[in-house]
């Protein structure tokens, strides 16, 4: 089996609200280990590596938590102009599934730009900690998007998110 590499290679973009989980994501995709933080404005610049699935490449680009694709900062215009200018395959946009109204505006710019959109719903072992229950399904049938669940931290539901985006591209 031959990998596609080359003009092959999908690019991602990671995007979502600062501490949602996305480093955590990037750094289970990719086996690389970037620097996470409970931070706004931690990740400044973005970060990229590539990880192989189904013997196809991607390279996922980690790009700055933002809350908003209407650029107040040095970080937001970085992940903006990634998402509106990068031309990326797809977007993955993290949510934490602790406070799932406060991420969905993001998630609704990014779909006003483009339908290459999977939302992962992170931190759900967080979420059941405290007796929160999200319903995956009426999600992605609201969004019209595949909607994936997900606690990045003990590696739960990237196998289906790595899935998601291979369909996806």
Not at 58 to 75: M, Q, W
Not at 79 to 91: E, K, Q, Y
Not at 162 to 168: H, K, Q, V
Request: hydrophobic share 45%.
């Amino acid at each position: 089996m031959a990998l596609e590499i080359g003009g092959g290679k999908k690019t991602i973009a990671l995007a979502g609200n600062p501490n949602v989980g996305k480093s955590t994501v990037f750094n289970a995709l990719t086996g690389m280990n970037q620097h996470t933080g409970n931070w706004p404005g931690k990740t400044v610049a973005t970060a990229s590596g590539d990880y192989i699935y189904r013997d196809k490449m991607f390279h996922l680009v980690d790009i700055p938590g933002t809350y908003s694709l209407l650029a107040h900062s040095a970080e937001e215009e970085v992940a903006r102009d990634f998402i509106c200018f990068g031309r990326p395959d797809a977007t993955v946009v993290v949510m934490d599934a602790t406070c799932l109204e406060r991420n969905l505006n993001l998630v609704l710019q990014i779909l006003e730009i483009t339908p290459r959109v999977i939302v992962c719903v992170n931190l759900l072992d967080e979420a059941k900690k405290k007796k929160i229950e999200v319903d995956l399904q009426a999600l992605a049938d609201c969004l019209q998007v595949p909607v994936v669940g997900a606690a990045a931290r003990s590696k739960e539901g990237l196998d289906h998110l790595m899935e998601a985006i291979f369909r996806m591209t």
